[in-house]
């Protein structure tokens, strides 16, 4: 189904126009525009200060704007923010469990703050629990659980009123890979039941793995749009090699190879040389003598989008 | 889709849209988490606010009390000294209770435990937030009242059935410590400006007629001390501990009102900036 061809407007779980939030002369959001689809699983990528959680934090109204509209679930989260957040599940950035509740009673009394009956919250607690592989764990304290726990359980928390859609600010960040992969699975398994996921990361793989679609973000503007493959294809080459020639000389050896690549990006550790054949090119890297200490050749990215677009690389 | 959450976006759709952005009915779900802590917590922690007005009784009013004999009472009577004093320790003790709830407990949970912008996430609203955290605040601030009055009641430092009345009156005082307090918490940056608290009211408890009568002051110190809160509260207990009133009764009753009214709706109007930073 293309893009273009379907109303996005008429069923949009959420609609931004000209969304804008200042703080004095900064912009942190400067006139974003987007709409995200029931079911849809929305990314969006950028550094840290981009403007991502800004974004996240008015979409669940409790920050105000400075301009545009905005709309979730048909309601303007600023004049209606209980009603919208009823529908909502908020994962934000960093975990804020409540510290003087056990595991199980966060889970029961933030659903309380929903205004949901016991008898629906207690097995829907263990439920959740299981869900997050925190059943042995129901009645520790907060403090005692690991990050990665402390992760699930918010996350679990988050899905307490079964929400229409989740929000997911930077849900991976300071996971081990094992714990991520297993967050990963679960969120599948969410977006599989027909929930809308919105997601912010910094992780091109996350977003890779997550999205459907999503928006590069940069100092508070959309600079692209589009489905993680699309981008690439639109952004980047096939394929990417990677040499490295050292520090020292990484910037000298730049015009050697100049007429190599359709397009060179030096970075401080290695150079990126974008072609359809990266193989095909590293051996004519080769073939001049010019014999770089390490070498790889890989499929583009999405870090190799937001280098194009941006100039520079998504973790600083 | 769930259906679970029709209920609550049923009666949330039903919310004037005055009240739309701020509030969702549900103070409930906040009183309900606040008892669930207290169930929890160290029961030694709370009881030290029990045992402080008790020990300044026994020290002040019993300790000293042998050497300063009967002083005057409201009706002009001669009472005991530790008579004098229980009712104002009463007042102080609900100020310090509703201070240490409404602004230490509130800007703790906001800035480090980050409690209400977990609590914000869901489907309350600021105002439901305040409203549960200031009925903290006062059931706190009322089991204090209740405990100090059964110690006075033992050591027949009441002599009035009115006496019952001062539990009401610990909450009124309370409420408006509390919200005034809350009020004046949304406008603070740091850790600095919490240190301002006792420097505002340690010399309000020694100089509100809590240990001596306002008379040994000039005439211009018992006007600036009329002025304040504590004065007032402090003077409305000592009446109710010996059942006497006169037309100043009212007057500090008001001034309770009117602190709580103008505190609630500060507390109101600053609701996002309390909240939602």
Redesign the interface.
Known sequence: MSEAGFRLLDVSVIHASELRKNYGDFAAVDGISFDVAPGESFGLLGPNGAGKSTTMRMI?????RTSGTLEVLGLDP??????V????G?V?QSD???????AR?NLI??G?????PLS?LKPKADELLEFAQLTEKANAKVNSLSGGMKRRLTIAR?LV????VLLLDEPTTGLDPQARHILWDRLFRLKEQ?VTLVVTTHFMDEAEQLCDRLVVMDHGQIVAEGSPSSLIKQYSSREVAEVRFGSERNAAMVDELRDLAGRIEVLPDRILMYADDGEGLLEEVHRRGLNPVTSLVRRSSLEDVFLRLTGRSLID | MSAIMGPTLERLRRRPPTVAALYAGNARAVIERGFRVIRNANWAVIATGFFEPVFYLLAMGVGMGALVGGVPGPDGRPISYAMYIAPALLATSAMNGAIYDGVHNVFFKLKYGRLYEGMLATALGPMDVALGEIFMALFRGFLYAVGFLAVLGVMGLVTSWWALAMLPVALLIALGFASLGMAATSYMKGFQQLDLVPFVLLPMFLFSATLYPITVYPGWVQALIMALPLWHGVELMRQLSVGYFDGRTAVHILYFVAMSVIGVTVVTLRLRKLFLR
């Open positions: 669940g109204g409790t920050l105000l600023e004049t209606r923010g209980p009603e957040r009823a529908s909502l908020v934000p804020n469990l409540d510290e003087e509740l056990r009673d009394v933030y309380r703050y929903f205004g949901l629906y988050g009123n079964e929400p229409r027909g």
